[in-house]
């Protein structure tokens, strides 16, 4: 009988093993390069927990001796001027109202698409995937422009120009996001034996019940890891959320943590704060969909 | 009524040079358990693919019932696939995998449950209801992709190889279950496999295919005792039917067959003689059976062969030995109490209606 192989197993790692030399050090070493990638993260929350007078005075490594030092005031702070538009959480607002919609409309178009590249009988459908495979490796950078002219265009033709608001931001997003997502849930989908679409076909699925019943469940491990990688680029997004929602009163986390740091005279409390914030929301995404990465989902489907 | 007729069902895949399946006529009747059995390649799968519906036809009719079914989606033809791999979903329960298409069908909750519940119990499935295919056994697995059939009730079964993923002692097992299932359901059942004993063991009639082609079609017995042709009498049957040329000879009206070399002699019967007379031909393919074999003299008509023994192979039961004649190379099977040894000379013999000839070119048998 196979069993399938889950997270669990490292827990059988017996003790004798675990304490043996080698791994003894390697778990040090690995300790010490986990530790040294943390060391600005660490010191960004940890400024971020400093009374901002503090910050010129000392460094933030003397909270160690000092722990007294630490305090909620800047989060309390922070979150005290509520929603006023061009707060930090108005900031984290546009920030998930942009990377939500983007995120879900990629893995959807995505796993749409992939489905029929590897299930559907049309001609070119290899064509077609090398086409976007190749789209991979257009740069963002270059599409700004022609982008923004056609915006324009669009506003001229029917009166809805998409420059300058928000789904304007998620729609280029959504265009650079799809190549790469088409690529992921393609390359999963053909791991899919045919077999359990014809049987689900004999059954009296429609398409879109093979879909979303069967292929769908199946292929969760791979919408997770496009989930997680197209979140964190949209939130981490930048440039995009500049050339084309400059004029806009809402701006994403990004826009607002740039903002604060253009003057010479940094808010560094107000930095500090929000990049933590801004950081704690990818985690918990990532957390939450980490336990779909299980080896072996299609374990069992056929022999 | 549930019956099953193809006419003149013909495939050609897209590019195909030769036809995958050649103007398959078959009637099945409502119950019949049918099995299509032919070496790999030989356009069984296909056939059975066609009727599920999971391919085009070319040209031909499906009827299923009294309903051609030609153009119409694999789920309004109401039939129930078994597949070789299962194809069980891995992301539903035991339970799941047998409620899904009765659950696609917008049965009632309740009835579902007596569906699934009933065939459980048939199959012997009650406790792992709960269980995801991974946790099964092969055999499990084998009876959840049953079971999956059997719930939703259909005109027709069917099956391709849905045994070959099982051990030796499994397949006998889920043979004899199978076989049983049919019984109590009375439903039509058509089975692919390439493994004869399974179609010998279970089937009311046999269908062998042969590239693509329809050779014979019969019950079981009819088959084993009267091959239309040297493919079925060869395919048919473990070991595999003896095959020996021979030379036609006619002196004065008289049909007498000779081999090249003289080492065997057969006395023909009249009506042989007159089979190989109307064939016309000068030469014929002789087949015997290994079973049809006597370690003794002729007594009145039939092959009288000497021949020495080559290799030995004891079964317990009975011992297949290979012997050589000649050019020709026999299998003969024999009572286990024979004491034999390598390079024995024997004396063997077949009686006249343990014989039979084809024709030499096309193979058909001659009678």
Known sequence: MAKSTSVDDRRLVPLAKRLRPSRVVLNVVLGIVAIFWLVPTISLLVISLRPEALFGQSGWWKVFTAPSQLTWGNYAAIFSQGFHTGGVLDSLMTSLEITIPATILVALISSLAAYSLVFGYWRGRDIIFLVIVGLMVVPLQVALIPVVQFYRELGNLFGLNPYGTIPGVIIFHVAFGLPFGIFLMRNFFTGIPKDLLEAGRIEGAGEWKIFYRIVLPLALPAIASLAIFQFIWVWNDLLVALVFLGGNVHAPLTIFLYDQTRSLAANYWIVSTGAVVSIVIPLIVFFSFQRYFIRGVLAGAVK | ????????????????????????????????????????????????????????????????????????????????????????????????????????????????????????????????????????????????????????????????????????????????????????????????????????????????????????????????????????AGFIGSPSMNFMPLLVENVDGAIRVVSAQHHMDVILSDAEADAIRRAGVSNVVLGVRPEHIDNQPRRDLGLEIRASVEVIEFLGNEVHVHVSSGDDELVVIVDARTPLSIGDTLTLSAPSDGLHFFHPETGVVLR
């Open chain 2, 1 to 232: 009524m549930s019956s099953v007729n193809l006419r003149e069902l013909t495939k050609r895949y897209a590019g195909g040079a030769t036809l995958s399946l050649d103007s398959m006529n078959l009637e099945i009747a409502h119950g019949e358990f049918i099995c299509l059995v032919g070496p790999s390649g030989c356009g069984k799968t296909t056939a059975l693919r066609m009727i599920a519906g999971l391919e085009s036809v070319t040209s031909g009719e499906i009827e299923i019932g009294d309903r051609v079914v030609n153009d119409l989606p694999p789920r309004d033809r109401d039939i129930a696939l078994v597949f070789q791999s299962y194809a069980l979903y891995p992301h539903m329960t035991v339970y799941g995998n047998m409620s899904f298409g009765l659950e696609l069908r917008k049965v009632p909750k309740d009835e579902i449950k007596a569906a699934v519940t009933d065939a459980a119990r048939i199959l012997d499935l009650e406790e792992y209801l709960d269980r995801k295919p991974a946790q099964l056994s092969g055999g499990q697995r084998q009876r959840v992709a049953l079971g999956r059939a059997i719930v939703r009730n259909p005109a027709a079964f069917l099956m391709d190889e849905p045994l070959s993923n099982l051990d030796a002692k499994l397949r006998v097992q889920t043979r004899a279950e199978i076989a049983r299932l049919h019984h109590r359901l009375g439903a039509t059942m058509i089975y692919v496999t390439h493994d004869q004993v399974e179609a010998m063991t279970m089937a009311d009639r046999i269908a062998v295919l042969n590239m693509g082609k329809l050779e014979q079609v019969g019950s079981p017995r009819e088959l084993y005792d009267r091959p239309a042709n040297q493919f079925v």
